[in-house]
């Protein structure tokens, strides 16, 4: 496979530059925590409200955002989400009260919803049909490489240039993202005569499969994030290594996760068997978290490593959400919107659950419960898609 397959390489490159901007964005602000805190005088409470009030704008505009996309086009869905992240991002480096910056992270993340369901959407249209399983998982590719700039490239920029600087040099890239999607991406075949109906929008949000998929990516949603969430942290803590080389293993997931999305979504475009590689992938999953509470540093490379690869399974849910009979043309972007939006919760219970667990019983008990519940969660994907 090479881009020699692709229908149109600048609205692809346009698209893939946005999404590896957006995710920069996403996770710069946990790289640049510290640098905020010390001019707000904050704690760590401060970032859990930042990231609540994002995670508030990315999960409750999803659907909205697949609605506008199914009666604007998914570009114009796409151009405005972009901007409208961007330029939170871009007037977060002029905040000078918390609060200001609660409120534009809170805007970050709804311009983030309104962009991802169309983004999959455009980029699958990029590919021939039998190859855009390849192009969405290049797509959640840049997803992965944004997340390790933002982590480690803006931590560097913001040491050497000061924090605001660095968001309005991300908050700048991002509205430039906007802009190249404007010129390269060709514009939607509106239906002139198309009207959202409330029983369209009820049949699609209420059908099983698409409910399925959902509970599913929310089952993976819940076990990835204990390890990137806690991962480092756990090294630090409980086996003493330094800081570094606790960052280096935790980083092995994101990069993982840049080859694996890719590679599942070319076998996705084989197989057409969503069920199968979802579960295959969940079990592994579940393994990987089990598997660190042996407690040493084989252990947790290891558990990097094969939870980068589950990653995957996002590609898979979106493209099996897009693909399914619910989705007509016009409701695509809706539909991969719809199962993303319950996975976002995952955000904010799972870390939560893990900590109470880990003062409690300890890290090697949390690792294994975080396991189990992840496999009953997964499992979903076994009941049946039709009543």
């Given at each position: 496979?090479?881009?020699?397959?692709?229908?149109?390489?600048?609205?692809?490159?346009?698209?893939?530059?946005?999404?590896?901007?957006?995710?920069?964005?996403?996770?710069n602000?946990?790289?640049?925590?510290?640098?905020?805190?010390?001019?707000?005088?904050?704690?760590?409470?401060?970032?859990?409200?930042a990231?609540?009030?994002?995670?508030?704008?990315?999960?409750?505009?999803?659907?909205?955002?697949?609605?506008?996309?199914?009666?604007?086009?998914?570009?114009?869905t796409?151009?405005?989400?972009?901007?409208?992240?961007?330029?939170?991002?871009?007037?977060?480096?002029?905040?000078?009260?918390?609060?200001?910056?609660?409120?534009?992270?809170?805007?970050?993340?709804?311009?983030?919803?309104?962009?991802?369901?169309?983004?999959?959407?455009?980029?699958?249209?990029?590919?021939?049909?039998?190859?855009?399983?390849?192009?969405?998982?290049?797509?959640?590719?840049?997803?992965?490489?944004?997340?390790?700039?933002?982590?480690?490239?803006?931590?560097?920029?913001?040491?050497?240039?000061?924090w605001r600087s660095?968001?309005?040099?991300?908050?700048?890239?991002?509205?430039?993202?906007?802009?190249?999607?404007f010129?390269?991406?060709?514009?939607?075949?509106?239906?002139?005569?198309?009207?959202?109906?409330?029983?369209?929008?009820?049949?699609?949000?209420s059908?099983?499969?698409?409910?399925?998929l959902?509970?599913?990516?929310?089952?993976?949603?819940?076990?990835?994030?204990?390890?990137?969430?806690f991962?480092?942290?756990?090294l630090?803590?409980?086996?003493?290594?330094?800081?570094?080389?606790?960052?280096?293993?935790?980083?092995?997931?994101?990069?993982?996760?840049?080859?694996?999305?890719?590679?599942?979504?070319?076998?996705?475009?084989?197989?057409?068997?969503?069920?199968?590689?979802?579960?295959?992938?969940?079990?592994?999953?579940?393994?990987?978290?089990?598997?660190?509470?042996?407690?040493?540093?084989?252990s947790a490379?290891?558990?990097?490593?094969?939870?980068?690869?589950?990653?995957?399974?996002?590609?898979?849910?979106?493209?099996?959400?897009?693909?399914?009979?619910?989705?007509?043309?016009?409701?695509?972007?809706l539909?991969?919107?719809?199962?993303n939006?319950i996975?976002?919760?995952?955000?904010?219970?799972?870390?939560?659950?893990?900590?109470?667990?880990?003062?409690?019983?300890g890290?090697?008990?949390?690792?294994?419960?975080?396991?189990?519940?992840?496999?009953?969660?997964?499992?979903?994907?076994?009941?049946?898609?039709?009543h």
């Amino acid at each position: 496979m090479t881009l020699k397959r692709l229908v149109d390489r600048g609205a692809y490159t346009s698209l893939f530059f946005s999404r590896t901007i957006y995710a920069v964005n996403w996770y710069n602000i946990a790289a640049l925590f510290a640098f905020i805190a010390y001019d707000f005088n904050l704690n760590v409470s401060g970032l859990g409200v930042a990231t609540a009030g994002f995670y508030v704008g990315v999960g409750l505009f999803q659907v909205p955002g697949g609605v506008m996309a199914a009666k604007y086009g998914a570009r114009n869905t796409a151009i405005i989400g972009v901007v409208i992240a961007s330029i939170g991002a871009l007037l977060t480096a002029f905040t000078s009260q918390f609060y200001q910056l609660v409120l534009l992270r809170f805007f970050v993340g709804v311009g983030m919803a309104l962009f991802f369901g169309p983004g999959v959407t455009l980029v699958a249209r990029t590919f021939r049909r039998e190859s855009q399983g390849f192009g969405v998982g290049t797509f959640q590719s840049a997803f992965y490489v944004g997340g390790a700039l933002g982590l480690f490239a803006w931590s560097v920029l913001a040491d050497l240039a000061g924090w605001r600087s660095s968001l309005a040099i991300s908050g700048g890239l991002g509205v430039l993202g906007g802009l190249l999607i404007f010129l390269n991406v060709p514009r939607d075949q509106l239906t002139s005569n198309f009207v959202i109906r409330m029983a369209d929008l009820r049949k699609l949000l209420s059908n099983r499969w698409l409910v399925l998929l959902s509970l599913e990516l929310f089952g993976f949603g819940s076990g990835t994030i204990l390890i990137s969430t806690f991962m480092v942290y756990y090294l630090e803590q409980s086996l003493k290594l330094s800081p570094t080389l606790a960052g280096i293993i935790g980083s092995l997931a994101p990069l993982c996760g840049i080859a694996a999305s890719p590679v599942f979504g070319m076998l996705y475009d084989k197989t057409r068997n969503a069920r199968l590689l979802l579960f295959f992938l969940g079990v592994a999953l579940a393994i990987a978290i089990a598997v660190v509470a042996v407690g040493d540093v084989f252990s947790a490379i290891a558990s990097a490593l094969v939870a980068g690869l589950c990653s995957a399974s996002f590609t898979i849910g979106y493209l099996a959400a897009r693909q399914s009979n619910a989705a007509s043309a016009e409701y695509e972007s809706l539909a991969v919107s719809w199962v993303n939006t319950i996975q976002m919760l995952a955000g904010f219970w799972s870390p939560v659950m893990f900590s109470l667990l880990v003062i409690s019983f300890g890290y090697a008990f949390s690792w294994l419960v975080g396991a189990a519940y992840t496999f009953l969660l997964i499992s979903v994907i076994l009941l049946p898609a039709h009543h």
